[in-house]
Antibody, heavy 120, light 111 residues
Framework: EVQLVESGGGLVQPGGSLRLSCAASGFTFSSYWLSWVRQAPGKGLEWVAN????????YYVDSVKGRFTISRDNAKNSLYLQMNSLRAEDTAVYYC?????????????WGQGTLVTVSS | QPVLTQSSSASASLGSSVKLTCTLSSGHSSYFITWHQQQPGKAPRYLMKLEGSGSYNKGSGVPDRFSGSSSGADRYLTISNLQSEDEADYYC?????????FGGGTKLTVL
């Protein structure tokens, strides 16, 4: 059974940093693109970033470029999101997600999410 | 990059059928999409991948009541024999080389 379990969320002050983790199991982790997707309170889904199987390609939504860094450790079956210079508008539930197919062809599994609150 | 447009809300009666629409932007009418369901207070759940031909592949455990179809730039999710647990937000997603995009979501109310 595919499982994605996020951790690391919490309350952080504006300008602060946080590192999210996602522990994966039930599939060959190194064979899939992975994404982070967020959802602000009462809003829709927003794709944040994704990373290729070997970490050689990474893409970001414009609003987080230069502030967030996605990474992965295939030996540990883990995905990460380093978030720096956090803003109030980054407040959201952050979901780890697996993308299907070799080229990353749509999300086919979701984690349960971790809440990040940016507030003073 | 592609843009996905969804109606903000829809409603239908218990036991009836409903067809939700996701429209791809100009120049992207051949794109595949995926449909996801988000029940209140829960994480999203993958429902299916749908291509421009109308062919679709559903996720594990998705009931037969859920089906997909396509026409031009429109991608549809049809839910038959509506149940109370189908009351949820439904999102479509698409992708290209450098980005992934979600539609704004449709809130489905089961009357």
């Amino acid at each position: 059974e595919v499982q994605l379990v996020e951790s690391g969320g919490g309350l952080v002050q504006p300008g602060g940093s946080l590192r999210l983790s996602c522990a994966a199991s039930g599939f060959t982790f190194s064979s899939y693109w992975l994404s982070w997707v967020r959802q602000a309170p009462g809003k829709g889904l927003e794709w944040v970033a994704n990373i290729k199987q070997d970490g050689s390609e990474k893409y970001y939504v414009d609003s987080v470029k230069g502030r967030f860094t996605i990474s992965r450790d295939n030996a540990k079956n883990s995905l990460y999101l380093q978030m720096n210079s956090l803003r109030a508008e980054d407040t959201a539930v952050y979901y780890c997600a697996r993308e299907s197919g070799y080229y990353g062809e749509g999300i086919d599994y979701w984690g349960q999410g971790t809440l990040v609150t940016v507030s003073s | 990059q592609p843009v996905l447009t969804q109606s903000s809300s829809a409603s239908a009666s218990l036991g009836s059928s409903v067809k939700l629409t996701c429209t791809l932007s100009s120049g992207h009418s051949s794109y595949f999409i995926t449909w996801h369901q988000q029940q209140p207070g829960k994480a999203p759940r993958y429902l299916m991948k749908l291509e421009g031909s109308g062919s679709y592949n559903k996720g594990s455990g998705v009931p037969d009541r859920f089906s997909g179809s396509s026409s031009g730039a429109d991608r549809y999710l049809t839910i038959s024999n509506l149940q109370s647990e189908d009351e949820a937000d439904y999102y479509c997603e698409t992708w290209d080389t450098y980005t992934r995009v979600f539609g704004g979501g449709t809130k489905l109310t089961v009357l």
